[in-house]
């Protein structure tokens, strides 16, 4: 049983143009979720995801950030027009239920140039 | 909103040493959880508390959740270097719309 994929595992991006951040969830999961690690950081909770519906998106930036999760086919989180400050790990995390344990994939580090 | 806490972000021990460290709501909690990250690793799932005062064993690894099922604390005994990493805590609010918030983390370094 696969577990959470993410891909790409690192993107470098120059400012200015836009990043595309791929989440597989596990087998049977409807639920993702999206975070941000800083470097020494914790987690910074951004969005929360449902087949085809966004549920809690209160932890996006209003502006550039974008997800979504279509019926078919990996989560997809979208940064337009990248700055410096978005140079960090994404992980997107999946889960059976609302509440219960979150499974993470391997992240992907963005490097913004 | 609720706010998990984790006080201090960093602690050093020497190997062979016990390590405490504590979680903290401002909400009673559902549950909590706990997950490992090692360095440029992922968040891994260590273990789920659910009922009040619930004591959880994991070889040198013992996690408590409070009477009040606000605060939780994680004990390693006899640290060793196989123990690096940060030890987030998540708490899963109670209510319709329960999400599970995570604290900032701590990082724990051992010395050999």
């Known amino acids: 049983n696969a577990g959470v994929m993410q891909n790409p595992r690192h993107l470098v991006r120059r400012r200015g143009q836009e990043a595309r951040l791929r989440c597989s969830p596990m087998?049977?999961?409807?639920?993702v979720y999206w975070y941000r690690q800083l470097p020494e950081e914790g987690l910074k909770f951004m969005v929360y995801?449902?087949?085809?519906?966004?549920?809690?998106e209160s932890g996006m930036p209003k502006e550039r950030f974008s997800a979504e999760f279509p019926k078919e086919g990996p989560s997809i989180l979208r940064i337009q027009q990248v700055v410096r400050g978005d140079s960090a790990a994404y992980f997107c995390?999946?889960?059976?239920?609302?509440?219960?344990?979150?499974?993470f994939g391997p992240g992907t580090r963005l490097l913004v140039l | 909103g609720q706010q998990v806490m984790q006080i201090p972000q960093y602690q050093h021990v020497q190997e062979g040493e016990d390590f405490t460290t504590y979680c903290n709501s401002s909400?009673?909690?559902?549950?909590i959880q706990w997950y490992k990250q090692r360095p440029g690793g992922h968040p891994v799932f260590l273990i789920q508390?659910?009922?009040?005062?619930e004591v959880k064993k994991q070889k040198r690894l013992t996690f408590q959740f409070g009477e009040a099922k606000k605060n939780s604390s994680l004990h390693i005994t006899a640290t060793q270097t196989t123990d690096v990493g940060t030890y987030f805590c998540?708490?899963?609010?109670?209510?319709?719309?329960?999400?599970?918030?995570f604290g900032k983390g701590i990082t724990l370094s051992v010395r050999p």
């Open positions: 995390a999946s889960s059976l239920l609302v509440g219960e344990t979150q499974y």
């Open positions: 087998k049977g999961h409807s639920h």
């Open positions: 995801l449902q087949k085809e519906n966004i549920i809690d």
């Open positions: 909400t009673t909690l559902s549950n």
């Open positions: 508390l659910v009922k009040s005062g």
């Open positions: 998540a708490g899963e609010s109670t209510g319709a719309n329960s999400k599970l918030t």
